[in-house]
């Protein structure tokens, strides 16, 4: 139906960058939106970054003027810059989709991703 693949993590020290990669795959009419969340052991996951279809973006605070979102097509990034420890989490892409599918009217429906690692050394 709908596929959701993040690509992108891994080990890094603090102060450095890493770029992960999401891919929205399937019966898709269009992109309502997508977003990248984190969780970390022993928490709740938390939103991170969120982009509509028009491009307007959002940020949680602890992550404005570091993290970037932006979406080419089907495809949403997130560039994280001046990586710090607390930001050690696994990354979940989510998609908010509107499906298409045969015989039936269009329907909003969201997909998450598998996750990524990311964890930030000191």
């Known amino acids: 139906q709908v596929q959701v693949v993040e690509i992108g993590g891994g080990l890094v020290q603090a102060g450095g960058s890493l770029r992960l990669s999401c891919a929205a795959s399937?019966?898709?009419?269009?992109?309502?939106?997508m977003d990248w969340y984190r969780q970390a052991p022993g928490n709740v996951r938390e939103l991170v970054a969120t982009i509509q279809s028009g491009g307007r973006t959002k940020y949680a605070e602890g992550v404005k003027g570091r993290f970037t979102i932006s979406k080419d097509r089907n495809t949403v990034y997130l560039q994280m810059t001046s990586l710090k420890p607390e930001d050690t989490a696994v990354y979940y892409c989510?998609?908010?989709?509107?499906?298409?599918?045969?015989?039936?009217?269009?329907?909003?429906?969201?997909?998450w991703g598998q996750g990524t690692q990311v964890t930030v050394s000191s």
């Open positions: 989510h998609a908010d989709v509107l499906v298409f599918e045969s015989g039936r009217a269009p329907y909003e429906d969201d997909f």
């Open positions: 399937g019966n898709i009419l269009s992109l309502e939106s």
